[in-house]
């Protein structure tokens, strides 16, 4: 009984293996999509990248390329997550302190009359 080989293409790729880069692909796509539902207003692109690298397989560097061995990659990517920017006031040491009631603004005073004084 002999082996059956099938053509490599983008189709056979899918379902190679009980189809792990078809699934690898799946998962990919369902966490881009997933990052566009949580995050709408971000409007860089989500990416996924499918990458197969190819390698030669010959007995001698003059010999005649008769077979490869290759692997698929799938990576996917989005954008990273980041708050808005605040502002804080540089204490000596290396330290920094921020007004938890003007985030924007470490110089903004509170409007409380309680007597609360700069803590940090």
């Known amino acids: ?3 059956k080989l099938h053509e490599l293409t983008l189709e056979s790729l899918a379902n190679l293996d009980g189809g792990r880069v078809g699934t ?3 998962l990919s ?3 881009a999509i997933q990052d566009c539902e949580d995050r709408p207003g971000v409007k860089k692109p989500r990416e996924i990248t499918l990458k197969m690298q190819i390698l030669p397989v010959a007995a001698a560097e003059d010999s005649i390329c008769d077979e490869v061995a290759w692997q698929a990659v799938v ?3 989005v954008p990273k997550r980041q708050t808005r920017i ?3 006031r540089v204490r000596s040491g290396g330290k920094a302190a921020f007004n938890d009631e003007s ?3 470490v110089n903004q005073m509170s409007l409380g009359l309680d007597g609360e004084d700069d803590e940090a």
């Open 1 to 3: 009984m002999g082996n």
């Open 24 to 26: 690898a692909f799946q």
């Open 29 to 31: 796509l369902k966490r």
């Open 75 to 77: 990576s996917d990517s």
């Open 86 to 88: 605040y502002s804080a």
């Open 103 to 105: 985030l924007d603004d």
